[in-house]
Every structure is written in C-alpha cells, then in structure tokens.
C-alpha cells in the first residue's frame, strides 16, 4: 500500500523558506543609519547594500536555469537555508573583525544573497508542483509569508531596538539566523516534486524566443523595482526625510509597508477565483504610483507615511501575479521560465534602491527626489500590463506550441 505525501509539510517549509528571505532582505535596511552612525559609511556605499543583494540574487537566477534540474530541488534548496543562516552570522562578526567594516558588511551580504536567491527561484516551483487546486490563490499565499517574515523581523527588530539599544543589533542577527537552520532540516524531510518531466520544459532559448514572456519579464523588473525601491528605503525614509524617531519611522514605515503587502496577497487568495488577475494588477500598478507620488511630494507627515505604508498593498499582488501569469501561458516553461522571472524580479530590486540612493545624494541626501524617480517603475508596469491585456489569447497560444516543439 502506498503511503500518501504530506504536502503540507512542504508548504510549512515553503512558507518558512520565504521568512527566511524576508530577514535577508529587510534586516541589514533597518541597519542602514547605524552603519552611517557607527563605521561612518555614506549613503552612496550604503545604496551599495541592496546592489550587491541583488546583483548576487541575480548571479544565482542565471546559474540555477543550468544547475537546478540537474542537482535536483532538495539539494539546492537546502543549500539556500544553510547559506543564509550562515550570512546572517557573519554579519555580526565581520564588520567588527575586519579593518574595513564596509567590506565585512559586503561579504556578508553576499553569501546570504546566494540563499535568498536559490530560495527565489525553487519555492515557487516546488509549490507549483505540489497538486493543490486554485494555483493563483495558493501563489499569493505563499509569498505572503515573505510579509509577514519581513513585517516579524522589523517589528522583533524595532522592540529590541527600542529596549535594548541599537548597539545589541549583533545580537539579533544571531537570532534571526536560527530561522534558516531550524528550516534546513524541514526541507531534508518534506515531499518534493518535480514541475516537469525530464525533457518536457522549456529550454531557456525556447523561452526568450517568445514574445509574451518579455512582456512578462519587464512586468517581473517593474514589479520587483516598485517592491524594493520603497521596502529598502522606507526607514531611512521615514526617519531623514519625514524626520521621524527611528522606532516610528520602522514602525510606520517598512513594517506597516509589509504588512499591508501581505494582507493584499492573502486578500487575494482568497477571492483569486471571483477577480480577473490582470485587471487587478492594473488597478495596483495605478494605486502604486500614486503612492510614490504621495510619498515624494506630500508635505504633511502623516500623508508621506501614508503614501509609503499603502505602496505595500499597491504592490502585493505584482510579483505573485507576474509569476502566475507566466504559469498560465507557458505551462511548459519549467525551472528555466521561473529563474527566468526570478532574474528579472531581481534585477528590478538591485536597480531601483540604487538609483533612489544615486538621484537622492545628488539631490544634497533629499530622499523625496530618488522616490519621485522610482514613480517610472510603476508607469512602466501599467502600459506592460495594457499591452497583455490587448493581446489576443489565441495569438499566444498559437505562438507557444510554435515555439515548444
């Protein structure tokens, strides 16, 4: 008698392996002012932080369209907790160790990219994979989890702050690492399956030959550029620009930001099977660049905060919705499509913080000027989002099976 998969297992490690990325990518931000205060780094290095972030997320996409099917899920995947946690780890050591404090915060950064990235481009599929009905509701589901780990490490962070003293941060990325080692062992014990069957995906050249998925890669750029320009920046925001203590400002700003992206993704799960998953992108790409414009040009405090914590919900359903949609119409596109939209994804996030940390020090540290920037990456996800809506969906199909054979 065969002995059925528990499935939730995989989702509860699913779950936990995007927590896990939410404390890569959202811990060192809220340490941006301390590293300015403490090592008497400037905001054009520290803008260097996401950069690298991303930039070796983006080094991970590429080489996982070669090396994931090949070495299989579970290795990878549980490769992507150990480096992460070990990142984390060394974050509290090497800028103390090391004579130039930048270059430890760098080579932190680093290894737990290579995680968060191998994180990025499996989790999504290993859920696909997994046979659960309503694949759109259970996506946004899943990357709500990387809300609420983010929303948990800004609020956990923001307590221990307020309590203890910002000096203690060193501590707390000893305890935010446990997070990745105790998942490691989740992964090692889970069901995994396969999206497809050898030989039946999509080959990367099969991919980039259809002009669909373009679209849906500058969809994942923008989608990833407007999550990250406000989520890396939002403290530092709420603190320099709005002038803000900095429990308010992280209170207020990234955490109430996460939150609201996180409620927007499980809202949407919930009623994916009543909405059309275009046309609500299209009223949050709308909403999103509002927001930047709110966040940039208000005045008054209490709007700026405003416009920065809404962007959450505005952004929720993009990149869940992005990878859905990809899913819809290239069933076929195996892992290569999904480190494909991880990559672009990522290249949104390394290119937006350090264009809002670039336009903001030329702007004498005006942070309102680089968000009033970051306004385009909304823009360009709303004209994207028009054009797949105009398309014709015989048309696509027809160009699919051309280009799958």
Not at 71 to 78: E, L, S
Not at 132 to 146: A, P, R, T, V, W
Request: glycine fraction near 8%; proline fraction near 4%.
């Amino acid at each position: 008698m065969a002995i059925q998969k528990n499935y939730k297992k995989t989702l509860t490690a699913c779950y936990l392996g995007f927590v896990t990325q939410a404390i890569t990518a959202n811990f060192a931000p809220l340490l941006f002012l301390i590293f300015r205060n403490s090592y008497g780094i400037s905001l054009k290095q520290i803008a260097m932080i996401p950069l690298v972030f991303y930039f070796t997320q983006l080094i991970v996409d590429i080489a996982a369209t070669k090396f994931a099917d090949k070495i299989g899920y579970r290795i990878c995947v549980t490769v992507s907790q150990l480096v992460s946690a070990s990142g984390l780890l060394l974050m509290a050591l090497l800028p103390e160790i090391l004579p130039n404090p930048f270059e430890g915060i760098i080579i932190s950064v680093i290894l737990y990219a290579v995680g968060s990235g191998l994180i990025e481009v499996l989790i999504s599929p290993i859920v696909e994979a997994c046979p659960f009905e309503n694949k759109d509701g259970m996506m946004s589901l899943l990357h709500s989890f990387y809300c609420w780990g983010a929303a948990g490490v800004i609020l956990g962070s923001t307590i221990l702050f307020a309590v203890f003293g910002t000096e203690n941060w060193r501590i707390l990325a000893v305890i935010w690492a446990m997070v990745p080692m105790y998942n490691t062992f989740n992964f090692i014990r889970c069901p995994i399956e396969r999206l497809v069957d050898d030989g039946e995906g999509m080959k990367p050249l099969q991919l980039l030959r259809l002009p669909l998925f373009w679209l849906m890669i500058i969809l994942m750029v923008c989608s990833g550029a407007s999550e990250i320009a406000m989520a890396q920046w939002a403290s530092a925001f709420t603190e320099a620009a709005i002038g803000v203590s900095k429990t308010v400002g992280d209170l207020a700003g990234p955490c109430l930001f996460a939150v609201l992206m996180g409620i927007s993704r499980i809202l949407y799960s919930k009623f994916s099977e009543k909405l059309d998953l275009n046309k609500v992108m299209l009223v949050c790409g709308i909403m999103c660049a509002a927001c930047y414009l709110l966040a940039a040009l208000a005045k008054s405090a209490v709007l700026g905060l405003a416009g920065c914590a809404v962007c959450g919900f505005s952004v929720g359903i993009m990149w869940p919705g992005s990878i859905s949609i990809s899913s819809q119409k290239c069933p076929k596109g195996g892992t290569a499509m999904f480190a494909f939209l991880a990559l672009a994804g990522d290249m949104g996030g390394m290119l937006s913080p350090a264009i809002v940390g670039s336009i903001s020090e030329a702007a004498g540290g005006n942070l309102k000027a680089g968000l009033l920037v970051a306004a385009v990456f909304p823009v360009i996800l709303i004209v994207c989002l028009i054009i797949v809506n105009r398309m014709n969906d015989k048309d696509d199909l027809s160009v699919y099976k051309n280009m799958s054979v």
